[in-house]
């Protein structure tokens, strides 16, 4: 049994219910199968500790994090406590840039037991690959107070080195699935920006001629999401287009309530990131009723990255028979809670 050590942050809200449950289903998979085991080491880094400290992380709390193989966080965000570009920039921003996570890679496909919002759509299997550390996420800007003239800038940086690794990223991944890439533009608006990205695209696309490729504006590419999804297979995008489609994408598989994520870092000297779709959901945070799936398939995708897909398929058919049993919570239709969804799905792991 090979251990990992695991850095737990269940953030704010809806976080600190869902990410304990996908632990107990993780310690099961362990008992049950071997393989990995997580040695969870927990922070209670969140909109709470901000309140207390006035600071959303300690000082050295990247270098606390960076022991550990990955991170597993649930979600950020307690407006009522403190602003959210405050405690995102403060810890889950910050973790992604700091420890450079340049990558997002957010699936959405069809699984067994969820009724699309579409109806009856024909079979759909997404990967969106979002840039994770630059683009309209930069701190680059500023805010001219001038009474009625006030102006604000924000700038979008893309470079070269960013936005080719974030494409080569994507090409890769297609080679090893149907051999698709679509990117995600907006170069009939946006005049400095996406030219370039097109140019990338176009130059990275010459290394891999086996690889089909298209170019949608994300406005269209947004319409397709809805009308024709098993037309796409890998998909491209800048970080903020990448988060977009990442919340469309789920929407489409069923709730947002569903959807994984894995922050990944490449270089190999930091750890990834792993967390769901999904945010803190103040409106339903409480009750109990939060759907743990998206935090679930969460952790078969950090088992996915640490060599165990074979765990991660028990995990995924585990989510996927529980569902087809009629147990899931109200976001897809369902009257079970966020326990009993896990158990569901605990107990046929053990079977
Ligand atoms: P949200 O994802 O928290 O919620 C949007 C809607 O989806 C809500 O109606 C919510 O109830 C529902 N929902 C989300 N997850 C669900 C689940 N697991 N089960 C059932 N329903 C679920 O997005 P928001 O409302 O825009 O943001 C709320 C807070 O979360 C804000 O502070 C925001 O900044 C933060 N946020 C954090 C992350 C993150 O940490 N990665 C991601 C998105 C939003
Ligand atoms: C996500 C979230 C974050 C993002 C927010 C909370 C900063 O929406 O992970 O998708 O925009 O990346
Ligand atoms: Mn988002």
Not at 15 to 21: N, Q
Not at 299 to 306: G, N, Q
Request: hydrophobic share 40%; proline share 5%.
């Amino acid at each position: 049994m090979k251990n990992i050590q695991l850095a737990v942050i269940p953030g704010d809200g809806i976080g600190k219910e869902v990410v304990p449950e996908a632990l107990r289903v993780l310690d099961t998979l362990s008992e049950v199968h071997g393989g990995l085991k997580f040695d969870a080491i927990h922070y209670p880094w969140s909109s709470d500790y901000y309140a207390e400290h006035g600071e959303m992380m300690p000082k050295d709390g990247l270098d606390q994090l960076r022991q550990s193989d990955a991170i597993f966080l649930g979600a950020i965000g307690d407006p009522s406590i403190v602003a959210d570009h405050i405690s995102l920039n403060g810890l889950l921003l910050k973790i992604r840039r700091e420890f450079e996570q340049v990558i997002n890679v957010r699936p959405a496909k069809q699984i067994k037991g969820i009724v699309s919002p579409l109806g009856n759509p024909r079979d759909f299997d997404i990967m969106i690959v979002r840039e994770n550390s630059e683009g309209e996420y930069s701190s680059s800007g500023g805010r001219v107070h001038n009474g009625e003239d006030e102006i604000v800038i924000q700038n979008a940086v893309f470079t070269k080195k960013g936005v080719s690794r974030v494409m080569e990223y994507a090409f890769q991944l297609a080679e090893q699935r149907s051999g698709h890439v679509t990117s995600a533009t907006k170069s009939n608006g946006i005049v400095h920006s996406m030219p370039f990205w097109d140019e990338v695209f176009s130059e990275v696309s010459e290394k891999h001629s086996n690889i089909p490729t298209n170019s949608e504006h994300i406005d269209a590419l947004s319409a397709f999401f809805v009308t024709k999804p098993h037309t796409l297979d890998v998909v491209v995008a800048s970080n903020l287009f990448g988060d977009i489609l990442s919340d469309l994408g789920a929407a489409i598989m069923g709730s947002i309530g569903i959807a994984p994520a894995g922050n990944i870092n490449l270089n190999g000297k930091y750890p990834s990131m792993f967390e769901p779709v999904h945010g803190s959901a103040p409106d339903i945070y409480g009750k109990g009723i939060a759907n743990p799936i998206g935090q679930i398939w969460t952790a078969k995708m950090m088992l996915d990255h640490f060599g165990e897909p074979e765990m991660g398929n028990v995990l995924l058919e585990a989510i996927e028979s529980s569902l087809e049993a009629g147990i899931k919570t109200a976001d897809i239709g369902g009257h079970s809670n966020t326990k009993e969804v896990t158990d569901a799905i605990i107990a046929r792991i053990k079977k």
